[in-house]
């Protein structure tokens, strides 16, 4: 079945450092997209990316979608303690379920004030 | 709006009983999943579900596991007979449509067996 590795699986970084984790796949994605879970909380979702080459930005967060389609990064500048989290990405089976989502392992990210 | 609407939020059972989550998509939405999360580790897909249709059950495990999505009402996961490893957090999602629409997810239920 379809597998999406994602390192590294700890960062630790003082606050104002920034961050990135990575997120590969063997096989092209029909898109991926990207988590963030708190603390005992649940998946939120982030972003979405479609397109090869595709780089969206949300404030201090930047994503991008390789052009081949197998890796997608998310990187955070200047990191804060409000960043603290599991950072997922998630890519689509395609076909007829095309909804299931294969997630990554997640990179625990801890923020040192 | 209502968000995804997961009962109970934390469930004990002792090895042998019956468990059963109970999940509320959103408003709108007929597509149900289910995930199954284990400390420290990534979601693992379960069940994808439409209203009174399995669409793929591909990560159930094949025996006391079973899910639900009837006409009326929540989507149901039901584990018969649980033990020790089924201590998970489960989280239900729903999306408008299957076609690549964002999944929104429920807080979670946190099973554990006793």
């Known amino acids: 079945g379809q597998q999406v590795m994602q390192i590294p699986q700890y960062q630790h970084v003082q606050e104002g450092e920034d961050f990135t984790t990575y997120c590969n796949s063997s096989?092209?994605?029909?898109?991926i997209q990207w988590y963030k879970q708190r603390p005992g909380g649940h998946p939120v979702f982030l972003i979405q990316?479609?397109?090869?080459?595709e780089v969206k930005k949300q404030k201090r967060l930047t994503f991008q979608f390789g052009e081949a389609k197998k890796n997608s990064s998310l990187h955070i500048t200047a990191t804060q303690t409000t960043d603290v989290g599991t950072y997922f990405c998630?890519?689509?089976?395609?076909?007829?379920?095309?909804?299931?989502?294969?997630f990554g392992q997640g990179t625990i990210l801890t923020v040192h004030p | 709006n209502a968000g995804v609407m997961q009962n109970p939020r934390h469930l004990v059972r002792r090895r042998g009983q019956e468990a059963r989550l109970r999940c509320s998509p959103m408003?709108?939405?007929?597509?149900v999943y289910w995930y199954r999360q284990l400390p420290e580790e990534g979601l693992k897909f379960m069940v994808y579900?439409?209203?009174?249709?399995?669409?793929?059950e591909s990560g159930m495990p094949k025996e006391r596991f079973s899910a639900e999505f009837p006409k009326e009402g929540p989507s149901i996961l039901r584990i018969q007979q649980v033990v020790r490893g089924d201590s998970a957090a489960y989280f239900c999602?729903?999306?408008?449509?299957?076609?690549?629409?964002?999944?929104?997810f429920g807080p979670g239920t946190r099973l554990l067996v006793l």
């Open positions: 999602a729903s999306s408008p449509d299957s076609m690549g629409e964002t999944q929104y």
């Open positions: 990316l479609v397109k090869s080459g």
């Open positions: 998630a890519a689509s089976a395609g076909g007829t379920s095309y909804g299931k989502l294969t």
């Open positions: 096989t092209t994605l029909s898109n």
């Open positions: 408003k709108g939405h007929s597509h």
């Open positions: 579900l439409q209203k009174e249709n399995i669409i793929d």
